[in-house]
């Protein structure tokens, strides 16, 4: 089982996160883009070279987003109507994430059970996810899924918060 941390940088003009290895080790960096209508990330390496994009799609009703690796698309996340319950179906691979907004604690699953658990950390200096999963071969969109989980529940980019940041 693979342990990750994803952190939120706080006082950023722009959503911005650290990804770290289990030693705390840092392997990957999250940008967004400064000015943009419409949420996009970009997963980098240390050396600043683009591996995955998120990019936010024009939706009327639900939250919706786009994860893209070498420029071919490999999920788009919805969210689904729900109360006080996050609940986001992803395609094609047909999985679920799913959870609870007030104890924070998300599972990414398919038909066969869980792929990871997020927790949401309380009393930290912006956002901090820990995320554990069984198979590390999808690591990259695991990561991109729990940055969309990000903005769509807990965006309010306003660094120390006792929930952990943001809100329903």
């Known amino acids: 089982m693979g342990t990750y941390y994803i952190k939120q940088k706080v006082f950023s003009f722009k959503d911005s996160f650290s990804v770290f290895d289990a030693e705390q080790q840092e392997i990957y960096r999250v940008t967004s883009k400064l000015f943009s209508m419409q949420d996009r ?6 050396k600043d070279n683009p591996l995955v994009e998120i990019k936010q799609k024009l939706a009327f009703w639900k939250p919706k987003y786009v994860i893209e690796e070498n420029g071919k698309q490999v999920a788009e996340v919805t969210k689904n109507f729900t109360f006080f319950k996050a609940n986001f179906s992803l395609q094609p691979q047909n999985w ?42 999808r690591l990259l969109t695991y990561i ?18 006792f929930d952990g940041g943001g809100g329903e």
Request: glycine share 6%; charged share 25%.
């Open 41 to 46: 990330l970009t997963i980098t390496d240390l």
């Open 96 to 137: 679920t994430l799913v959870g609870d907004v007030w104890s924070r604690q998300y599972t990414l699953a398919d038909e066969n059970g869980p792929l990871m658990r997020v927790n949401k950390k309380w009393l930290s200096w912006g956002d901090t996810y820990e995320l554990q999963m069984e198979d590390e071969t």
């Open 144 to 161: 991109a899924i729990m940055i969309v989980l990000d903005m769509v529940l807990h965006n309010d980019n306003n660094g120390f918060s």
